[in-house]
Nanobody, 123 residues
């Protein structure tokens, strides 16, 4: 059974940092591109970052470039999203996902999804 377990969300003050983790089970992440997405109340789900399975090349939404870093550990079957300099507009439910194919920020192309973890940036 394919499953993701997400962790690391929470409440943080503006300017703070969080690290999201997403551990996969039931399949190996090695050959999958992975991505992080987020959805704020009343808004559509948007791509935050993605990373390829082959060369480790990453892509980021303009809104998070220079602040967020995606990474993966294929041995641990886990993906990460390091979030620094957080802003109130980063508040959302964050989802991890995997796709058999090229890395992309298009959520509709992903095959497997985590359950989501809440990130709230507020003073």
């Amino acid at each position: 059974q394919v499953q993701f377990v997400e962790s690391g969300g929470g409440l943080v003050q503006p300017g703070g940092s969080l690290r999201l983790s997403c551990e996969a089970s039931g399949f190996g992440l090695d050959y999958y591109a992975i991505g992080w997405f987020r959805q704020a109340p009343g808004k559509e789900r948007e791509g935050v970052s993605c990373i390829s399975s082959k060369d480790g090349r990453a892509d980021y939404a303009d809104s998070v470039k220079g602040r967020f870093t995606i990474s993966r550990d294929n041995v641990k079957n886990t993906m990460y999203l390091q979030m620094n300099s957080l802003k109130p507009e980063d508040t959302a439910v964050y989802y991890c996902a995997a796709v058999w194919g090229s890395a992309t920020l298009k959520s509709t192309l992903y095959d497997y999804w985590g359950q989501g973890t809440q990130v709230t940036v507020s003073s």
